[in-house]
């Protein structure tokens, strides 16, 4: 089993709709988990850390399951500008970080 | 200015030419990592430093060296390069007891 595991695929959504990314690890030991926001050739950036509690920052919410190992991410609303590859990712035991392979997002007009 | 720099920014090379990518960077973190990405399948460590006498092996280390000159700079070696080593190489910092990791632009390697 891969440890983060991602749907695989693209997400071609309209302006406006709500998507949703889904994302599973194999650690159950993890204790830090996040989103990642990828464009075209450049470097991932920090989307948002996922909280135990859950947590929105505006659109974006996310959400992590610990008994089932699942983490998730929802964007409402979506905008042109959301078109990129998110990357689930968690925390390795060396400090270092395990990521998914990603999920590429298209928004379309 | 950008807090964490990688140099070159692309590079063509041929099959058994040795290669050096670095990596500056002036957030003060501590904690250095190299990841190389590839299509399909995401991006993974090469190598990672806590410090200047801290280094450790990633999950994909063979074919590669590192060293940390300094607290700021993290090179990542390529003694005999080959062809499957064609990838996007980022490196990446991080600061003690944070959990967020910041990324270069990036260097984008062909090996011929």
């Known amino acids: 089993r891969k440890e983060v595991e991602q749907d695989p695929g693209p997400f071609n959504v309209p302006e406006g709709a709500t998507v949703a990314f889904n994302c599973t690890y194999s650690?159950?030991?993890?204790?830090?988990f996040f989103w990642y926001r990828q464009d075209c050739r450049k470097e991932p950036k920090l989307l948002m850390s996922?909280?135990?509690s859950g947590n929105e920052d505006g659109r974006f919410t996310a959400q992590l399951n610990r008994a089932s190992q699942y983490i998730s991410l929802l964007i409402r609303d979506s905008k042109l500008s959301d078109s990129a590859t998110y990357l689930c990712?968690?925390?390795?035991?060396?400090?270092?970080?395990?990521f998914g392979k990603g999920t590429k997002l298209s928004v379309k007009p | 200015d950008a807090d964490v720099t990688q140099t070159p920014r692309n590079r063509i090379t041929k099959t058994g030419k040795r290669i050096m990518l670095e990596c500056s960077q002036t957030?003060?973190?501590?904690?250095m990592y190299w990841y190389r990405q590839d299509p399909g399948l995401g991006l993974r460590l090469i190598y990672y430093?806590?410090?200047?006498?801290?280094?450790n092996k990633g999950e994909i280390s063979d074919g590669y060296s590192v060293s940390r000159q300094a607290q700021a700079k993290f090179s990542l070696s390529l003694e005999s390069a080959i062809p499957n080593q064609t990838a996007l190489y980022f490196c990446?910092?991080?600061?003690?007891?944070?959990?967020?990791?910041?990324f270069g632009p990036g260097t984008r390697l062909t090996v011929l």
């Open positions: 990446a910092t991080r600061g003690q007891g944070g959990d967020t990791q910041y």
């Open positions: 650690n159950s030991a993890s204790q830090s």
């Open positions: 996922v909280y135990s």
């Open positions: 990712v968690v925390g390795g035991s060396q400090g270092n970080l395990i």
């Open positions: 957030k003060g973190h501590d904690r």
């Open positions: 430093s806590f410090d200047v006498k801290d280094i």
